[in-house]
C-alpha cells in the first residue's frame, strides 16, 4: 500500500516516514510540506536517516494524495482540513493525527468522511486506547461521590491545551457516566474557584521538558482514590499506530473510523 506523509519534514512527519519503512505491506509514496519550506526537493527517506528513495518532497499536497492509496497528516488544523478535501476528491484514504480542532473543523472533515474512509484518533497508541475504554467504564461504574480529574504533561513545545487525549478521556468518563463533557468540563481554575462543582470532569494541564505524553485519569471519593495512567516514553508509537491504520483502510467503505474500529477494541 502506498502511503504518502504530508508534514514528512516535521519532527512526527520523520518518524511516520521511517515507519512506512519499517511497516511490511506499506511502500512510501511520498512527501509533502508548506510550499515555502526549505525541505521541498529533499529526499523524505533521507531526511528520516533513511536510504535514499529516489522520491521528492513536493511544495503541492494535491500531487502526493494521487499518487497515494492513504495519506498520513500530522499537522495544523487548517491544513488538515484542507487535506480532509483532498481526501475527498482524489478518493485517498486518510489518517489525521492532528489535535486542537475546533467544532467546525470536524465538522468538515466528517463531510469529507461521507466520500472516503478517514481513520481519526486523538492518539494511535493501543495502550491509550484501553485506557479510553477503561475510563468509560470506570466512570460507568463508579456512582457520582467520585471526582473526575483528567492530568496530562507534555513537551514544552505542544501548543494546544488540554492534549486530544485528555479531551478524548474526558468524553469517554462523559460517555460513561452518561453526560455531555461541554457541559460539565471545568478546564481552567485560578484564583478564589469556590468548591469543585459535583459531577464535574476537570482537566489539568502540565508542559516541560521533552516528556512525549502523560495522561492520567483520577476518581476521587473522600474514601479512596482509583488513578489509572499510560505514559508513552517513544513517540515512534505513535507513527506504527497511524501506519497500522493506514492499512487497515485501505479496502474500508468510506465513513469516520477510530482507532478503536483498527484494533476490534469495540467487538
Not at 463531510?111 to 486523538?122: G, R
Not at 482509583?226 to 497500522?244: P, Q, V
Request: aromatic residues 4%; proline residues 3%; hydrophobic residues 45%.
Amino acid at each position: 500500500m502506498k502511503i504518502g506523509i504530508v508534514g514528512c519534514a516535521g519532527r512526527m512527519g520523520r518518524m511516520l516516514v521511517k515507519a512506512v519503512a519499517e511497516t511490511p505491506g506499506a511502500e512510501l509514496a511520498g512527501g509533502s510540506e508548506a510550499p515555502h519550506s526549505d525541505a521541498i526537493g529533499e529526499d523524505p527517506a533521507v531526511l528520516a536517516g533513511l536510504p535514499a528513495s529516489g522520491l521528492k518532497i513536493t511544495g503541492d499536497a494535491r500531487e502526493l494524495f494521487e499518487v497515494s492509496d492513504a495519506v498520513v497528516d500530522f499537522t495544523a488544523p487548517v491544513a488538515t482540513v484542507a487535506h480532509a478535501a483532498l481526501a475527498a476528491e482524489t478518493g485517498t484514504a486518510l489518517v489525521p493525527g492532528t489535535t486542537g480542532l475546533s467544532a467546525e473543523d470536524q465538522a468538515k472533515i466528517e463531510e469529507a468522511a461521507k466520500a472516503v474512509a478517514i481513520v481519526q484518533a486523538a492518539n494511535y497508541s493501543v495502550g491509550v486506547n484501553v485506557l479510553l475504554g477503561l475510563a468509560e467504564q470506570t466512570a460507568a461504574m463508579l456512582g457520582p461521590e467520585f471526582d473526575i480529574e483528567i492530568l496530562e504533561m507534555h513537551h514544552r513545545h505542544k501548543v494546544d491545551a488540554p492534549s486530544g487525549t485528555a479531551l478524548a478521556l474526558g468524553h469517554a468518563a462523559a460517555k460513561g457516566r452518561g453526560v455531555d463533557l461541554d457541559t460539565v468540563s471545568d478546564r481552567v481554575r485560578d484564583g478564589h474557584t469556590g468548591e469543585r462543582t459535583v459531577g464535574n470532569i476537570g482537566f489539568a494541564t502540565l508542559r516541560g521538558g521533552m516528556v512525549v505524553g502523560d495522561h492520567s485519569v483520577i476518581f476521587a471519593s473522600d474514601d479512596e482514590r482509583i488513578e489509572i495512567t499510560h505514559k508513552a516514553a517513544d513517540r515512534g508509537l505513535f507513527a506504527k499506530g497511524a501506519i497500522r491504520a493506514a492499512l487497515w483502510a485501505s479496502d474500508k467503505a468510506p465513513g469516520l473510523y477510530s482507532m478503536r474500529d483498527v484494533l476490534g477494541l469495540d467487538k
